[in-house]
């Protein structure tokens, strides 16, 4: 009995360590993970609020707000950071609290339970510690101005100010951890011999996908800063970073994901090193500098267009590597693998060319232009658009080896040494592209009344693709996907004959019945999806699993 007490006593003593242990380890998680916003001087701009001129048109001072006919939401700012922040998130506030409605039920989707995500909150805390050490004082200033007109909805999770900061990483997150396709990114450019006019031009499509809402309310940023130079940027509500965009000095920014490993903690998130690109350099050497002295917690390929050194290079950026792709020639292409002497043979990018979609992305792109030949932005648009794998093959619409994976939150078109951009609207880059001259819209002194503010004489039509049949075909497949993905009951038939050459149709016939325990069913999709263009080694080996857990079922 006495033996019993001491071995009980023993286990509570234990067992209070254990409970005090865990207490510290949750105390300090949330003291690490806090994040203070910076400190910034008292504004007259913070009890300004927009005025709503009742056409559409929110102005504050010079700043303006607007949606355009394409249904691109346009805005302009300026002034000293915290200003700009704020004045940001005030003209946009709608969309501010609408992106982080969609992102957040697109996590809850993926990660149902609250608790988990709780838990993940603090992962993530532990992970992005550091994140505000390195940001610099401007750029948290900014986002803490942002932060002020964003939704209390979700201080479940943080203050605003802490996630809107930590929303910049999200990309970085999510594609270190997971290296998941939700950025595959093609990107490529001309000049001299290969450009009709020999201009340069740069095309790419930001194959970033967060669900269709996230996708809905682009944004066409034009920021006239106090420091730096005056820049346009495709971005969303609440995000001041840069995945695309061009400065009045001719300099473009687009931003590819590459493989990267595990990393230990948070860095310097990549749109915030393409911003501080965008914002304070004048030429490529200035760009690399810039991108020399930022520590990254991810690989990244930055395709830096730059109209005074009238050509374009790849700035190719790891962890702990910094190198230059230059093609010495007069076209570039970039995909989501390495090209540099010092970094093309490294084990992760060996893997990423063996095992992911993006080298025949890349040999399409290269086939497409060579079959265009001298470059216009017209057939850019054209060759962002395709739909066709190598040699014109129908892969299947959505497939991740075609330029045009119909994911895209946008395309976009510089020519740099003329100050003119092109932008898709909805839907992906299938819709028309507006047409904006940098060189007007920052000598706009404010606006007093809503106007079109792009040139309507330079649009792109949209992709004739949008009437045909095989368009409707297309949305019929993807409202199978949602249902399969909700547990509904479809017909397979019809869900086949909807997108029958893409391998992720079979894919989805397979899985619906295996999970309705039909194996013998299930097999002949999953070997039909083989025969198929797959787009990754993943997948594949994933549908060769299928089989075989099928097969043993059967025995």
Known sequence: ??????????????????????????????????????????????????????????????????????????????????????????????????????????????????????????????????????????????????????SNRYDYIGSNYQRILNYHAAHDIGHALQNMALVGCTSFGTWGGASEDSTMIIGRNFDFYVGDDFAKNKMVLFENPSQGYRFMSITWGGFIGVVSGMNEKGLTVTINAAKSGIPSGSATPVSLVAREILQYASDIKEATDIARKRTMFVSESFLVGSAAD??????????????????????????????????????????????SASPYRYKRLQELMLEKGKNTVQKTAEILRDRNGLNNMDIGLGNEKALNQLIAHHAVIFEPQKLLVWVSSSPWQLGEFAAYDLKKIFAMQGMTQNREVSDSALAIPADSFLLSQQYKDFERYRRYKTEIAEG????????????????????????????????????????????????????????????AKAKKEIQ
């Open 310 to 355: 009238n050509k374009a290079v790849i700035i190719e950026k790891t962890p702990d590597t910094l190198d230059i792709y230059d093609p010495r020639s007069d076209r570039i292409v970039c995909a989501n693998h390495f090209q540099s002497g010092r970094l093309a043979g490294s084990e992760l990018n060996l893997e990423q060319m063996e095992r």
């Open 1 to 150: 009995m006495r033996k019993l007490k001491i071995i009980a006593k023993w286990l509570l003593y234990m067992t209070g360590v254990l409970v005090i242990l865990l207490l510290c380890g949750f105390a300090y998680l949330v003291y690490v993970s806090r994040m203070d916003p910076p400190a910034v001087a008292l504004s007259a701009v913070t009890s300004e609020e927009r005025t709503d001129n009742g056409d559409g048109l929110y102005t504050i001072g010079n700043n303006w707000f607007r949606k355009s006919r394409l249904g691109l939401f346009e805005l302009y700012v300026e002034g000293d950071p915290y200003e700009r922040g704020v004045i940001n998130g005030k003209l946009s506030r709608e969309l501010v609290v609408a992106q982080e409605d969609y992102f957040n039920a697109q996590i809850s989707k993926m990660i149902p339970s609250r608790s988990y995500q709780h838990f993940l909150k603090y992962v993530i805390g532990w992970f992005n510690r550091n994140l505000d050490k390195n940001v610099t004082e401007e750029y948290k200033k900014e986002i803490y101005g942002v932060s002020l007109s964003a």
């Open 488 to 547: 509904k009951k479809i017909n397979i038939d019809s869900l086949v004959s909807s997108n029958p050459e893409f391998y992720h149709t079979y894919v989805l016939a397979g899985n619906y019945y295996f999970n309705l325990e039909q194996y013998r069913v299930c097999i002949p999709y999953y070997e039909k999806a083989l025969t198929k263009e797959v787009a990754t080694e993943d997948e594949r080996e994933y549908i060769r699993q299928q089989i």
